[in-house]
């Protein structure tokens, strides 16, 4: 019995010889040089936006740095004046000797000026903002100079009640007389858009 040569063997050729052979698609890939060019081309694009945001956030950051505009009402000798709820006026002004610790010789050439306040708050949110830190105490002279100061309230403010507030700061001997006393109102009191409002009481 004769058996036909390759009859156990795949044909090499092709079933279907017609159909036309597709070869397999391959990805299509930058040349180094055109890729280098897309990334500037996006860079460019990319670089206006960038400027802008660093911009704004600069912009955002100046404007919480600088001082607020301020409002200042000139307060007469002997008349009051009204800030953040409450009624204001000096009753007694007074310059003594500073303070001398140790054995540090005493400074002839500044002076501790005191200045009393007669606050009368008109409700329960004034009578708080009057004990709260945020109120700034400064003695200033014409020239635009200024000196720090400290105010402390005698006992606790009540609505309607007229309490008693002692304002102290160290300032030079040949000034003190004619330094004025400014009190402005808490940063967190003031309303977007407006100016923050202050007290300069004669001297």
Known sequence: MTTAAGSGFHDPQPTNPDLPVIPPRRRSRLRPRDRRVVQALALTALLPALLVLKWMDETDSVQKSLKPPEKVTDVPH????????????????????????????????????RVVLAVR??????????????????????????????????????????????????????????LALRVQAPKASRKQGTPLPSLRFAP
Do not use: M, N
Request: charged share 20%.
């Open 78 to 113: 002997g008349a009051t004046g009204t800030l953040v709820g409450a009624q204001w006026k000096v009753i007694a002004r007074q310059a003594t000797a500073p303070l001398s610790f140790g054995t540090k010789p005493k400074d002839d050439t500044v002076t501790e000026l």
């Open 121 to 178: 708050p008109d409700d329960a949110a004034a009578a708080k903002a009057i004990g709260s830190y945020g109120i700034v105490y400064t003695f200033t002279d014409g020239d635009g100079r200024s000196w720090s100061a400290t105010g402390l309230a005698a006992g606790t403010a009540r609505p309607g009640a007229v309490s008693r507030l002692t304002v102290r700061g160290t300032v030079p001997r040949t000034v003190a007389e004619a």
